[in-house]
Nanobody, 124 residues
Framework: QVQLVESGGGLVTAGGSLRLSCAAS????????MGWFRQALGKEREFVAA????????WYSDSAKGRFTISRDNAKNTVYLQMSSLKPEDMAVYYC?????????????????WGQGTQVTVSS
């Protein structure tokens, strides 16, 4: 069992930056690939970024490439999402997920555990 708690969301003006954190419980964090997804009001949850269990591989959505960076610190049981050049369309609830799978990390249904989400609001 893994429990995930996101933090770091808030209100930022367009062009600004935020760093989201997702802290995981348990001693097996390093076995899990981690992903960030987001869900805007009235829309489906969508993939943002993922990182392999070791941190050696990362994946990004087209909208996140070049602006967001996913990273993890296995010693701290934490995964991060550094977001820069934020746009109003980035406004959403951001969720982190954990999965033991090694492929299909862009698909939300492949994840075993989810956090409660953190709200990101971007004002124009």
């Amino acid at each position: 069992q893994v429990q995930l708690v996101e933090s770091g969301g808030g209100l930022v003006t367009a062009g600004g930056s935020l760093r989201l954190s997702c802290a995981a419980s348990g001693r097996t964090f390093s076995r899990y690939a981690m992903g960030w997804f987001r869900q805007a009001l009235g829309k489906e949850r969508e993939f943002v970024a993922a990182v392999s269990s070791t941190g050696a591989s990362t994946w990004y959505s087209d909208s996140a490439k070049g602006r967001f960076t996913i990273s993890r610190d296995n010693a701290k049981n934490t995964v991060y999402l550094q977001m820069s050049s934020l746009k109003p369309e980035d406004m959403a609830v951001y969720y982190c997920g954990a999965t033991l799978k090694r492929s299909r990390l862009l698909i939300g249904t492949e994840y075993d555990y989810w956090g409660q989400g953190t709200q990101v609001t971007v004002s124009s």
